[in-house]
């Protein structure tokens, strides 16, 4: 009964910020946050076994390649120390040549794993007054450091107590990679959880490209192209077309007015890259126009673009709980700011398989309630007359329940994720459940009327305490414990 309660309250919450205009999606501009990526990645002797094909190499590799100019990044190599690959600051064209030396560079030959010291060294590579940075840490270990098990424990108590309040405070993402299920999971899942970045744990080694690339994308906030009927459309506001394919087997090339593009194709602006596992094209100022994709995209595959007219999407954390609901709200704008077009259709899909829900609109305002555990992809597109963009996000949703397991392997917990709601093993709601939740849902939907929108900000306030009074009011009804004294 109470979780019915708190999932209505919740639920009634998020319509009333919407309706008053107080969840706005967070424009993003690459030239006032410029992105900050710091790479970690682990060389003990066990990687062996957990990275048999070496996938680390090209995977990094690809994303040096891929960082934007003017950005901020470094790479850095740990396990008994800690010693850096491309030394940090800021990415320029000298990047472009480090693919094969990157490549080559990545062993499997340390004896110890010593997580604490390469996380304190991505966490304090660069200024506090940077924008936000991403760390990616890829291992498949547990902290093991020179000095026993009592020196490796201590080791990883530094870092549930001052690295990653460190982290936190300089706006430190910590995307966590594990390679091997003997990694210790409860500590990089608290990693991430505690830093707002994404937790994944790879099934398979050739998996380590795209999940990498999936942090890339938080980090770059990154732009694409949705693809309909196997064509893309490039509009002319597109400065930079990254067009990368996870596979050797079926190279990139595309048709356009002009003829087909490909690995043979000599034209200024083109570059390509390829490695064990990829190949990208990079196209700056591409010709607009539509262009067909002579083979279609794979399911990792992806276009990704630089324009001033960009989809905005609320900022959402990576790693969330089953219980926990997705407040979504998305724009469209450009160097002028919001573009208004009530005919642009917006299309979004949470996992994979899901059919897509089409809504029309200037903006878009949704909700996901209850995602199923396991990693999932959103998928948010718009399409108006001049611009066509995508976004993607991976999402790791992991099991609802009332604490979760942490770093120390004990009952500690660190609550849930989000607001707790009904956990889906428990079945289905009865009809009493329902009855109560419609009600309470009328309640505060009561407190709205249908000309809210053209109210002065006054009266929007006053509906907005109004509306959390109602709230205080539904939870001292139905949550209050009962009185168990009894008159003789």
């Not at 990545?106 to 010291?117: A, K, L, N, V």
């Not at 902290?143 to 001052?162: F, H, W």
């Not at 992991?398 to 397991?405: H, I, N, Q, V």
Request: glycine residues 8%; charged residues 20%.
């Amino acid at each position: 009964m109470r979780s019915i309660i708190l999932k209505t309250i919740q639920t009634s919450i998020f319509r009333l910020t919407l309706a008053l205009g107080l969840i706005v999606p967070t424009a993003v501009s690459a030239s006032s946050e410029p992105a900050d990526v710091r790479v970690l990645v682990d060389v003990s002797g066990s990687m062996k076994q957990a990275d048999p094909n070496a996938v680390r190499g090209p995977a990094t590799a690809l994303l040096a390649a891929l960082l934007p100019d003017n950005s901020l990044g470094g790479i850095w190599l740990f396990g008994s120390d800690v010693r850096p690959l491309v030394p940090y600051g800021p990415v320029s064209s000298r990047w472009n040549a480090l693919g094969s030396p990157i490549e080559s560079s990545i062993g499997s030959t340390d004896r110890f794993t010593h997580i604490e010291s390469a996380l304190r060294t991505g966490v304090e590579a660069g200024p506090t007054d940077q924008a936000a940075c991403h760390i990616m840490l890829i291992t498949d270990g547990i902290v093991d450091v020179q000095g026993g098990k009592e020196a490796s424990q201590a080791s990883r108590d530094r870092i549930l107590k001052t690295v990653l309040p460190a982290a936190q405070a300089r706006q430190c993402r910590v995307h966590t990679i594990a390679l091997s299920d003997s990694a210790d999971l409860p500590l990089l899942r608290q990693i991430a959880l505690q830093t707002n970045g994404l937790f994944t744990l790879i099934d398979r080694p050739g998996d380590l490209i795209p999940v990498m690339l999936d942090a890339l994308e938080l980090a770059l906030r990154s732009q694409q192209l949705p693809v309909r009927d196997n064509q893309i459309v490039v509009d002319a506001d597109i400065s930079q077309l990254r067009l990368i394919r996870l596979n050797n087997e079926t190279p990139i090339a595309i048709r356009g007015a002009q003829g087909v593009i490909n690995q043979d194709t000599n034209r200024p602006g083109l570059d390509w890259y390829r490695g064990r596992g990829y190949e990208a094209l990079i196209w700056n100022r591409p010709s607009a126009g539509t262009y067909t994709l002579e083979t279609p995209l794979g399911p990792n595959d992806r276009i990704l673009i630089d324009s001033p007219v960009v989809l905005n999407l609320t900022d959402l954390a990576p790693t969330i709980a089953a219980n926990q609901s997705l407040g979504l709200a998305a724009n469209v704008s450009g160097p002028d700011g919001i573009r208004q077009d009530p005919t642009r259709e917006y299309r979004l899909a949470f996992g994979i398989n899901a059919d897509p829900i089409r809504m029309s609109g200037s903006t878009l305002q949704t909700q996901i309630d209850s995602p199923l555990p396991g990693r999932t992809l959103l998928t948010l597109q718009s399409f108006d007359a001049t611009h066509t963009r995508q976004i993607q996000r991976m999402f790791e949703v992991l099991e609802a329940r009332p604490e979760m397991e942490i770093a120390n392997n004990t009952a500690q917990g660190v609550g849930t994720v989000g607001s707790p709601i009904a956990d889906p093993s428990q079945g289905s709601d009865t009809a009493s459940d329902r009855t109560m939740t419609a009600q309470a849902e009328k309640a505060v939907a009561d407190l709205l009327p249908e000309d809210l929108k053209t109210w002065p900000l006054w009266q929007l306030v006053a509906i907005a305490l109004a509306g959390l009074a109602m709230v205080a009011l539904i939870v001292g009804l139905f949550i209050r414990p009962k009185n168990t004294h009894h008159s003789e």
